[in-house]
């Protein structure tokens, strides 16, 4: 299972950008999907999670401003990232839950992507 992660980039703080991560195996539409992210000198952290008929739960740093959704039709999740600040500064990674449920645990993620960065400039 291949999870090809893009829509990073550099953005002024306040902007928005749109990641999209596409599965390589057409199961995960019966997955949990999740995204995460790691800033420079931290650990990897939860950022939203999608369960396979589209409950959501986001992380409290990006609740109101970032939004997860699927198409399982093209195998794939999205992150909407609005109101962009400076600690939003990461690289994003998406998975795939080892079960259908939408989890914030990072242990229940059995696939992961390589990653995109996101930068927001102050």
């Known amino acids: 299972v291949q999870l090809q992660a893009s829509g990073g980039g550099l953005v002024q703080a306040g902007g928005s950008l749109r990641l999209s991560c596409t599965v390589s195996?057409?199961?995960?539409?019966?997955?949990?999907m999740g995204w995460f992210r790691r800033a420079p000198g931290k650990e990897r952290e939860f950022v939203a999670t999608?369960?396979?008929?589209?409950?959501?739960s986001y992380a409290d740093s990006v609740k109101g401003r970032f939004t997860i959704s699927r198409d399982n039709a093209k195998n794939t999740v999205y992150l909407q990232m609005n109101s962009l600040k400076p600690e939003d500064t990461a690289v994003y990674y998406c998975a795939v839950a080892r079960g259908s449920s939408a989890t914030s645990r990072l242990d229940m993620y059995q696939y992961w992507g390589q990653g995109t960065q996101v930068t927001v400039s102050s």
């Open positions: 999608i369960s396979w008929r589209s409950d959501t």
């Open positions: 195996r057409r199961t995960s539409s019966n997955n949990g």
